[in-house]
């Protein structure tokens, strides 16, 4: 793929059925998990994006043994002690948030010393969520400004912990879990909900874990040291891959889609109740449950009536990864749009929060920003035609994935850059983009026309 892409013209109506590629969250912790269990596990329609392959790579480097073919991908797990590994081995875990936190938690009891590193990105983010209670459990940790990169060895007797976690993070839970699961005796998590895969996983493998849920918080008491069996495992689609092509629909004229088999867990379905409250056109078909997780086809229609919401906070962790399409569409609903307790959005590939505000005022969209908080003043009839060029996000895949939404929807001409980051989470984006019509050509392609 070519570093900017070119569009000059909106996509024309289409009604189409596509699947997106296996979930990101559930593919990682798959890896993670699988090189932890006993024997060969394989995963069946395992997302094949850099994020995984660099959680992938980085089981390799850690001594497990993995085969990545068109069907499927086995993993050959060593249990809790099967990591081999050399001292001061470097691991780099590219642009992957998940990855690079949740790897401490099964590095807990490792007796050499790794390395771990990240992209430009990766590296400019703080990891002093997880560096807290992995030193509460014993881990060694080296690091300069909580940053990357890290040293990281673990201890030959870890202990468990009492933790209370108030951001929302499904990271930092992941990282205790998974350290608590190597410890001998009980973990104690008091949380605020987030999406909740890891715990499903282990229910899955049948491991000691129990839920309570409360008003505001949730507690998750583990039992650590319980070896499990190899396991199978089918990953649904991703509805955080779905989403732009459910905004595609929203804002495209006389358009459906329906999109076959995603995960629509609880915890990972905001976007789909933020849309319903704003009058969209979107339905869940032929609802069912696979290895504890829900799953769904997602039917979208057009929807030229499209309301403001003032958003409840309650909602964030459930569509953190979806706000800045979200933000989006509420750029030409009627009203008002108001978003509260968002200031997560600052820590992710790029400061998500600082990007939309910027792209919304670069369309003409009025917006009030505070360090937590976000306001957009819908218009309705936008329609654009000047030239928009998109640069300097850090290659945020989302935020580039967004970037074309906009372009097939609202007109205009533009210059989307770093296009090559999409591939972070959603190598065949482009691909399903032009089945639907979508018209884009290269900026190479263009300069000799």
Known sequence: MKKKAYINEKIKKFNKEIIVPGDKSLSIRFVLLASQAIGKSVAYNILKSQDVLSALNTIKKLGIHYNLNKKNCEIYGKGFNGFSFKN?????????????????????????????????SLSQRDFSRVIKPMRMFGQNIESKNNKLPIKVRGTNFP????????????????????AAMKTAGKTKIKCIPSRDHTEKLFLYLDLPIKIKKGKKFETIILNGKKNYKAFNYVIPGDISSSAFFIALTLLSKNSKILIKNVNVNNSRTGIIDILKIMNAKIYLKNKRTNNGEKIADIFVKSSNKLKSINCPAKMNSRSIDEFLIIFLICSVANGVSKFRKISELRNKETDRLKFANNFLKKIGIKTKMTKSSFKIYGKPNLKLNKTYEIKNFDKDHRACMMSFIAALTLGGKWIIHDTDSIKTSFPNFIKILKSLGAKINWWKIFLFQ
């Open 88 to 120: 001061n081995i470097k691991i780099d875990a590219g642009n992957s948030g998940t990855l690079s936190r949740l790897i401490f938690g099964l590095l807990i009891n490792s007796k050499n010393t790794i390395i771990l590193k990240g992209d430009q």
């Open 159 to 178: 202990r468990p912990i009492n933790y209370t976690e108030v951001k929302g993070s499904a990271q930092v839970k992941s990282c205790i879990l998974l």
